[in-house]
DNA sequence: CTGTTAGCGCGTTCAA
DNA sequence: TTGAACGCGCTAACAG
């Protein structure tokens, strides 16, 4: 298959090269004439840009790198990804711009993936997924002067780095105060990995909310797990040796909360007859389980939106008012939470 | 920040570029002393082959388009997706290739993005992660004689094209022998989108096995559904409104059974007490929820992996074995089943 | 409105 | 073992 260049149209049509780039960018200060023209031998004989050699000349690839969890870490099954994944790639398919996943398994593997991307030129910007403590990316990024923004809340320079972000502080708070007002007293909290930022957030909101209502903190009703199962098995069973047994839980993650509820019914205490659960996300999932889950929606997809947005204009040298961008949440009201009178 | 590019080295080191380019090469007609003098000065100036230009001139971007299912379809919040991706990405990763994440709402849309990114270049090779009927992408990338891999069966032209699949009629067959061995007789099938192959492979085994038991295939007992809410609550709603119910369900997909199951507990019918239910996929919700789901383990992981294999042997232009590789199936068995005796 | 010229940064002949 | 020259396919200055 003869590869079709622009001065193959050239010869044809009788035009200059250059005059053909101008179709193709559909320069006004070609005749409408010409354009049609050229455009006809192209559709003759199958022409279509080489994107490799227009990004080369242009110093762009309108491609971003979107960077996930490194692939050992189990938090990437949830479904959560795929759902900011839909949010970039609707705007990013709409500004006709391309997303290169990460793919490396470890941090390290990943680290070098970046770096080949990045120095290699071969994205403009990049999307990171999560935010760590102490994340190695972030600084080269950051040092690198490389456009980037991240989904959730940096752990250090959170004014100098985009971010786009709930205000996870204060939906720990809603959702616990919702629990609170259905007379529940004694709330225990699960949370998953404690380096993610989000986790540390959404436990602070936690725990202010208990202060406001004059409800000591207690570590012994904080609990960190991951989202194996055996995790969710030892969450559970470490409530379940308190003394004094929580009326209510408040779990980090809808996808820990389908294991933390399925251990409670192993245990023989029903959600919410026995102990009510509230957690955050509305993934897909938290509505149509048994019980429907009653969370924090954190809207995922306008997430996956808006960190498009933002990662276009830094790339395209636009303004950006902000550097914390904050999506609302809200509480979706289902069936995991008992009203006690 | 000045662009290093292989000239800067060349001025540097006083080597021509060609010299340079092959130190990057590592080309063995270059002596060891030169090749760490220029090497030096890399680090120093901190250089890094441009992947744009190498890609030009070698005409070839180590880069693979990944298609997911347009982001419109409900199907795609379906774990099962970063699964393969995780599966795919390892492989890439040790291979140095990219992934192009396709990001289309609709089925146009997708298909004009792949388009654009076989058209113009953009990857070497694609691979499909789902197979429907009558895609017009599939033919798209025939016509063009477009290397490609579809994870999943053709519906068309089976021995043409390179697929990635479990013998998803076998492992319906053997999932629904798995109920008559227990017992079950009045068996139902659930089965997601009806035009997806794999949701008809896998019904024509659950058939299968039926007759060879003697069992007649009954319509009514065959439903399909979409992955919303909704859905799972019709197809539940039409199995109870049956005059004579169902002991067991052979479900598609374990995402289905989540709401299937769920659905059931409304009416008041709890899995496995009242009836038996088996699914696919064996994600890793289908552990933790309640019960267990025993389900087939199609390897996801696995069906990633040997597709990023077989496109990427393809693209280098090695030989290809065979054009169907099947990925065995094995079935996990947890608490979703009721032994009759 | 269109053509000429010059690169973008790199790999690869061919010659030395 | 190294260098000069060319070209990958395209865009963008500068001319006219």
Redesign the interface.
Known sequence: ?KIVTIKDIAKVTGFSPSTISRVIANNSRISEETKQKVRAVMDELGY??????R??VVQS?K?IG?IMPS?AD?S????F???V??G???Y??QKQF????????TEE?KFK?IE??V????VDGIILLYSRLNDSVVDFLKE??FPFVMVGKPSEYKDEIVHVDNDNIKAGKDITEHLLENGHKRISFIGGAADLVVTIDRQKGYETALKEAGIPVSEEYIIHTE?L?SG?REAVEQILELKVKPDAIVVSDDLIS??V??ML??YGLKVPEHISLVSFNN???S????P?LTTVDIQIYRLGVESAKAIIQICTNQVLNEKRIIIPHCIAYRNSVKVIK
């Open positions: 298959m279509h840009p080489n994107l490799t050699a990004n080369l690839t491609t979107v692939s189990k990437l099954q949830n479904p990804f795929t759902e994944l839909r970039i790639g609707s990013f398919h391309s997303m290169l996943l990460s793919s490396g398994q593997e993936e080949r991307m120095l290699g030129k071969y690198k002067n989202f199962k969710g389908v294991g509820i399925s019914e192993e993934i897909y999932f509505e149509i389980i048994h429907a």
